[in-house]
């Protein structure tokens, strides 16, 4: 089974951009379609992204859609959230997740397709 290990949160300015890294290690990391969920504070734990194990398609929560942008290296195993343009609203901890291994991208929508995740990293948005 993969193993996934996020990095790059942090503390950032309304406005600010951060790039959060996903290291997977284990499994066959091609073989997975992968997606990025947030959990805020006395929330339930939300979709953000998913990409494909291509990386031709991915798709985004309408809240970070034209902000965020997923993207991937089969080669090194990574997978990367790019966000631009935050907002204090998209505070929260962040989960990279594995999709099972017959999920399709656009399943992963749905945690219950999600077959690894990752620790979570912190991501704060200052107003």
């Known amino acids: 089974q993969v193993q996934l290990a996020e990095s790059g949160g942090g503390l950032v300015q309304a406005g600010g951009s951060l790039r959060l890294s996903c290291a997977a290690s284990?499994?066959?990391?091609?073989?997975?379609?992968m997606a990025w969920f947030r959990q805020a504070p006395g929330k339930e734990r939300e979709f953000v992204a998913s990409?494909?194990?291509?990386?031709?398609?991915?798709i985004y929560a309408e809240a970070v859609q034209g902000r965020f942008t997923s993207s991937r290296d089969n080669v090194k195993n990574t997978v990367a959230l790019q966000m631009i343009n935050l907002k204090p609203e998209d505070t929260a901890v962040y989960f990279c997740?594995?999709?099972?291994?017959?999920?399709?991208?656009?399943?992963?929508?749905?945690?219950?397709?999600?077959?690894?995740w990752g620790q979570g990293t912190q991501v704060t948005v200052s107003s």
């Open positions: 990409i494909s194990w291509s990386g031709r398609e991915s």
């Open positions: 284990g499994g066959t990391f091609g073989a997975h379609a």
């Open positions: 997740a594995a999709g099972n291994r017959n999920s399709a991208y656009w399943q992963l929508k749905s945690a219950t397709n999600v077959g690894a």
